[in-house]
């Protein structure tokens, strides 16, 4: 078993940024892929990002690519979410998941935060 707890979401200006943290106990983050949704009202749960952390690989979506960045402090137990050049379209709550494999499916994510609220003013 895992348990995720995410933290640092808030309101920021379009341009801004922040760091959404992602802390794992249970069970070590290193077996497994992180990744991060978000969902807007009304709208799916949508695939962000992922890293596979025993080497490092990343997924993006394309509407994050360049803007975002994901890593993972192993001796943390702590995965983060880097997110510069926010936009209003980026305003949702944010969910961390572990997963087994690299993937944007919500299917191969078992494992899920109770989400943070991101809101990114105009």
């Known amino acids: 078993q895992v348990q995720l707890v995410e933290s640092g979401g808030g309101l920021v200006q379009a341009g801004g940024s922040l760091r959404l943290s992602c802390a794992a106990s249970g069970r070590s983050f290193s077996s497994y892929t992180m990744g991060w949704f978000r969902q807007a009202p009304g709208k799916e749960r949508e695939f962000v990002a992922a890293?596979?952390?025993?080497?490092?690989?990343?997924y993006y979506a394309d509407s994050v690519k360049g803007r975002f960045t994901i890593s993972g402090d192993n001796a943390r137990n702590t995965g983060y979410l880097q997110m510069n050049s926010l936009k209003p379209e980026d305003t949702a709550v944010y969910y961390c998941?572990?997963?087994?494999?690299?993937?944007?499916?919500?299917?191969?994510?078992?494992?899920w935060g109770q989400g943070t609220q991101v809101t990114v003013s105009s």
């Open positions: 890293i596979t952390w025993s080497v490092g690989r990343t």
């Open positions: 998941a572990a997963g087994s494999v690299l993937s944007s499916l919500r299917s191969t994510y078992h494992y």
